[in-house]
């Protein structure tokens, strides 16, 4: 969760601010942050994204850091502040003023939520839509419409990779070998026969606990799609029930806290978890890792040091991340977006600021030269 948006003083903000905008309002969110450090509800003309739990925070980070550059003084329609609400928190959210009342959502949790969310394409009544863009650590979905007139562009802006996670040592250790490769991890997320126990793939004598992230995860979808699972079997849990779904990236769930589980993680979360967070570089996020660590797949090491190992990013399971825009044109987003969003050449702030990138890499990512493009 985030450190700065859970204070009680800022929730109580914004609630204020939604209800003096929306007046029927009953549910806000602590968040976005605003350059004060303070709860704010965004303006109509404000930029606001949704969606995946992976690049929340570095989204964050990024939309302090853009609205640095606009002075409060020049803050307008012409030049709006970048906003970004968490996946998890509140249950409803009130994206911008003139979003409330019937517009107030369900927070969009996960890449395919924030899809959705955008795509829903829900309007202010005076021309201007409620969300933006969405954040999206997969690639583009099946559902998505074509880039041109009404579609959308998933719009890179950085590197990560996904491999799976098991417990550490430090809490009583793991019945599953420390490298797997591709087709062991199908066998195992289908449920193959003859695959339901460690010992078949060099660990311990123990039934295998495969578990996912909640089902609009990014990182579940990515990780299933590059080991060519479509369907995961039945011994597959995403922890549905009365303990709640597992999130993504978060090692904290009880589920997780058994020597069989296993479970897809962001290599570039962990890195920022892990080694970052409470460090004094970043302002929001808390270390999640809980009991797991992460493992290799294919032979290859999913870190170097206290970074994503160049060669695991590119390896198929590297993957890039997104930011889901709206598009005038096969070649084109909204025009307005592209000060944000656009690649290097065309001055985005995301692919050609320096504080970006250091924001990108402070949150365990890996910068990358298809940053701007679609």
């Known amino acids: 969760m985030r450190k700065l948006s859970r204070m009680l003083a800022g929730a109580a903000a914004v609630a204020a601010a939604a209800a003096l905008v929306a007046g029927s309002v009953t549910a806000a969110s602590a968040d976005p942050i605003g350059k004060n450090g303070k709860a704010v509800l965004p303006a109509a003309y404000d930029v606001v994204g949704v969606g995946s739990n992976t690049t929340q925070f570095v989204l964050d980070q990024i939309s302090l850091d853009y609205n640095k550059t606009v002075p409060a003084s020049k803050h307008s329609a012409a030049r709006p502040y970048l906003y970004s609400f968490d996946a998890v928190g509140s249950a409803k959210i009130v994206t911008k003023a003139g979003c409330g009342g019937t517009k107030t959502i369900v927070r969009p949790n ?11 394409n829900t309007a202010d009544g005076k021309g201007r839509f409620c969300i933006d863009f969405g954040r999206s650590s997969s690639g583009r979905s099946p559902s998505a419409p074509t880039a041109g007139p009404n579609g959308v562009a998933y719009v890179a802006f950085a590197r990560d990779a996904v491999t799976y996670a098991t417990r550490t040592a430090k809490f009583g250790g793991t019945y599953a070998p420390a490298n797997l490769t591709t087709a062991d991890l199908t066998k195992i997320y289908t449920c193959a026969a003859g695959a339901r126990n460690w010992s078949a793939f060099g660990g311990k004598n123990a039934t295998i606990l495969p578990f996912l992230p909640q089902s609009s995860s990014g990182t579940r979808s990515f990780f299933l799609k590059t080991i060519g699972v479509a369907n995961p079997g039945s011994c597959v849990s995403d922890g549905t029930g009365p303990t709640g779904s597992i999130e993504e990236n978060e090692g904290t769930n009880k589920l997780l806290n058994n020597a069989a589980a296993i479970v897809p993680f962001s290599v570039g979360a962990y890195v920022e978890q892990a080694f970052h967070s409470g460090k004094g570089l970043n302002k929001f996020g808390t270390n999640q890792v ?85």
């Open 290 to 374: 809980g009991v797991l660590g992460l493992n290799k797949i294919n032979g290859i090491v999913p870190l170097s040091g206290k970074v994503i190992n160049h060669a695991f990013a590119l390896s198929p399971f590297g993957r890039t991340l997104y930011n889901i825009v709206r598009t005038v044109s096969k070649t084109k987003i909204v025009p307005g977006l592209v000060k944000i969003f656009g690649s290097k050449a065309q001055k985005g702030f995301l692919c050609s600021s320096p504080v970006a990138a250091k924001d990108i890499t402070n949150y365990g990512f890996l910068t990358w030269p298809t940053c701007g493009s679609f």
């Open 110 to 120: 996960g890449s395919g939520a924030g899809l959705k969310a955008l795509t829903a």
